[in-house]
């Protein structure tokens, strides 16, 4: 099972200051650099959901959850919490805010849906051959929200594997005509890919490798830990479909 939680960002003073309690002091630093009070209460938010979520799962606080950094700077828990195989990842586009959580290699991307004059450009350097021929063959009225799509699939992929943006060119991805959904035409990792709207105006994909044994956070020896309050089910459903695996959770009802 993927547990998949959003949170809008744009949050009352009153949470602001309760997330920035459990912040630690790198992130308090970060959180002042933002120009915008907008930015900065996004940024607070985004970081204290975050943590307090880790810590349901963990059932430790908050301010304790401690983080490492794959090579190409993916988080992942730090050591301190090694008695969890927990994996996590995060992605946020103005007001919203997704995270998904698993037992398995996993990443997410959101995109906001928009005007986009610059879609062409774009496909053509950082998509595939293939992609950039499929994407000019549309209509130009689906061309941005399909770019979007692809666009958010090639992210998910790249944040479950740990590589960095040179491994754009490692996955190709089409569109199922039947299905609107993702299909993988050739990747250097085994991965499942869903496509959903999360919320109007946005997109988002999430990815889940399915080759853990290779176990690419390097946190294989890392057991569950069966007394958290919210338990991630570790098991693998025969059907193909990575949306069967899905659970979706509101953070802020």
Known sequence: MIEIWQARLDICPQLEKEY????????????????????????IAGRGILRSLLGQYLNVAAASIEFDYLPQGKPILGQKHSFSKL???VSHSHNLALYVISNHNVGIDLEFIRPFPQVLSLACRFFTEQEFTDLVSLPSKQQ???FFQIWTAKEAYLKATG???????NIEI????TSQQLD???????????SFIPRDHFIATVARVEDDDSNLTQQSDRALDTSNKLTVEDHCLCDESLENQLVFRNWDE
């Open 20 to 43: 920035w309690a459990v912040l630690n002091a790198e992130e308090r630093k970060r959180a002042n650099r933002f120009v915008k009070p907008e930015d900065q209460t996004r940024f």
């Open 87 to 89: 994996e996590f990842n």
């Open 144 to 146: 941005e929200r399909v």
């Open 163 to 169: 590589e960095g943006l040179s491994g754009l060119q």
């Open 174 to 177: 089409s569109i199922n005509q």
């Open 184 to 194: 993988v035409t050739r990747s250097q990792v085994k991965v499942r890919l869903y």
